[in-house]
């Protein structure tokens, strides 16, 4: 089975920390997602990597930084937290695109509240 | 990617078949009919694909029409377990783009 694995479920963070979340993924993707979700707003993609040390920017990177430094691992950086920041952020991977069709798998998600 | 349209919510009693129909008569002809839910606080999972052709997994079955402008993913012995909200997608194939989710139908298993 699949497994993407994030660091924590809950996170309650003061604003201007720097907080780390975590995402590791079993399955040897090649892609992989940061996503967050707010109610009303569907999920929003942040930041995506196609290969180790490559990134790029999804539909709302401001205020946010990634790593990729390994395969199997995408981190997610919020220089300075804000409480607009707050909300559940799910990590996802999935399979290269030379495959015919593929699905997304999906971490658990943390839930992130900055106070 | 293809709109979909889905029914807002759907009851379904435990042990029966939860059928939950998805519109998408704009799809093209290299786009697959995908299927996840989301169980409250919890990350989306993924159920089911298909391109035109029925499919059947250990979770679930797609029936496609003939036109492919419309699906039904078939739960057939529902569990409260599967109380979530089911999200219908349509993708091109090979696509490594992001997921868009719209507002899905949310599955109540009544006991």
């Known amino acids: 089975d699949v497994k993407v694995t994030q660091s924590s479920r809950y996170l309650v963070k003061r604003t201007g920390e720097k907080v780390f979340l975590e995402c590791v993924q079993d399955?040897?993707?090649?892609?992989m997602f940061w996503y967050r979700q707010d109610p009303g707003l569907g999920l929003r993609l942040i930041y995506f990597?196609?290969?180790?040390?490559?990134?790029e920017k999804g539909d709302i990177p401001e205020g946010y930084s990634v790593s990729r430094e390994k395969k199997e691992r995408f981190s997610l950086i919020l220089e300075s937290a804000s409480t607009n920041q707050t909300s559940m952020y799910l990590c996802?991977?999935?399979?290269?695109?030379?495959?015919?069709?593929?699905?997304?798998?999906f971490g658990p998600g943390t839930r992130l509240t900055v106070t | 990617d293809a709109k979909t349209t889905q029914p807002t919510s759907m009851d379904c009693a435990e042990g029966r078949a939860a059928n939950l129909p998805c519109n998408h008569s704009?799809?093209?002809?290299?786009?697959?009919v995908y299927w996840y839910r989301q169980i409250h606080s919890q990350g989306p999972q993924y159920i089911i694909h298909g391109l035109k052709n029925n499919e059947t997994n250990e979770m679930a079955s797609l029936i496609i029409t003939e036109d492919r402008k419309s699906s039904t993913l078939i739960l057939p012995h529902a569990t409260l377990r599967d109380t979530a909200v089911y999200y219908c997608?349509?993708?091109?194939?090979?696509?490594?783009?992001?997921?868009?989710f719209g507002s899905g139908t949310q599955l109540t298993v009544l006991p």
């Open positions: 997608i349509v993708r091109v194939s090979g696509s490594a783009r992001q997921l868009t």
């Open positions: 996802a991977s999935t399979l290269d695109r030379g495959r015919i069709s593929y699905e997304q798998y």
């Open positions: 990597s196609y290969d180790v040390k490559m990134k």
């Open positions: 704009t799809i093209s002809g290299n786009e697959y």
């Open positions: 399955m040897d993707h090649e892609n």
